[in-house]
């Protein structure tokens, strides 16, 4: 079943504007994890955020995490062309912590126009 | 390290024929993981190995699906006998702490 679900499915801005998008997910976890997919290509880690932090940034990322309302953002500022792509959330699948396999959600593609 | 190799790339196969993906995951990793992404269902965890062992296989769909990992660099996905309804990419990632580091995909298409 669906862990993390992203909003919004779709989301197209100028480039130079920032880009927010949002994750929710159900169960209890131990860290939250952002990745990118280009087209074609396989997926790419961009930042973790455990469960005791609530905003960590990274370059033009930043991500906040409330585990209060299960819901964590991405918002990447000043975005780039080569922002384009599809980005997911990912949440651990147990209280282990470890890598147990992620559960991924369906993902924001991403679109900035030059 | 080159990463987690997947090969093939891109594989067509006739309905009812025997499917083999294979990847090798980065060095040093211990845990293996196979997804399955498609449009309507989005990324899927099949199976995951920690140290060769595979620890969770719910997420594979039925029996024609199975999964080896014989020693620490080499894993294989195959489906006997495969359907049109397989058709999607497949991808292997490899991990040590939190982090997934992903292949490329096998993009398969049954026919």
């Known amino acids: 079943s669906q862990q993390g679900e992203e909003d919004p499915q779709a989301l197209s801005i100028q480039e130079g504007e920032n880009a927010t998008m949002n994750c929710s997910y159900k169960?209890?976890?131990?860290?939250l994890q952002w990745y990118r997919q280009n087209s074609g290509r396989g997926l790419v880690h961009l930042i973790l955020?455990?469960?005791?932090?609530r905003e960590k940034h990274s370059g033009r990322l930043r991500v906040t995490l409330d585990t209060s309302k299960k819901s964590s953002s991405l918002l990447i500022t000043a975005s780039r062309a080569a922002d384009t792509a599809s980005y997911f959330c990912?949440?651990?699948?147990?209280?282990?912590?470890?890598?147990?396999?992620?559960?991924f959600g369906k993902g924001t593609h991403l679109i900035i126009q030059p | 390290d080159a990463g987690v190799i997947q090969s093939p790339r891109h594989e067509v196969t006739e309905m009812g024929q025997e499917v083999t993906l294979r990847c090798k995951p980065i060095?040093?990793?211990?845990?293996l993981f196979w997804y399955r992404q498609t449009m309507m269902r989005g990324l899927e965890l099949l199976i995951y190995?920690?140290?060769?062992?595979?620890?969770?296989d719910s997420g594979m769909p039925e029996d024609r699906f199975s999964a080896k990992m014989p020693n620490a660099s080499f894993s294989t996905l195959k489906i006997q006998p495969s359907e049109p309804r397989d058709s999607a990419v497949y991808f292997c990632?490899?991990?040590?702490?939190?982090?997934?580091?992903f292949g490329q995909g096998t993009r398969l298409t049954v026919v």
């Open positions: 060095s040093g990793h211990n845990s």
């Open positions: 955020i455990r469960s005791n932090e």
């Open positions: 190995f920690n140290n060769n062992v595979p620890i969770d």
């Open positions: 990632a490899s991990s040590l702490v939190y982090e997934a580091f």
């Open positions: 169960t209890s976890i131990n860290n």
């Open positions: 990912a949440t651990d699948r147990n209280s282990g912590g470890g890598a147990d396999g992620l559960t």
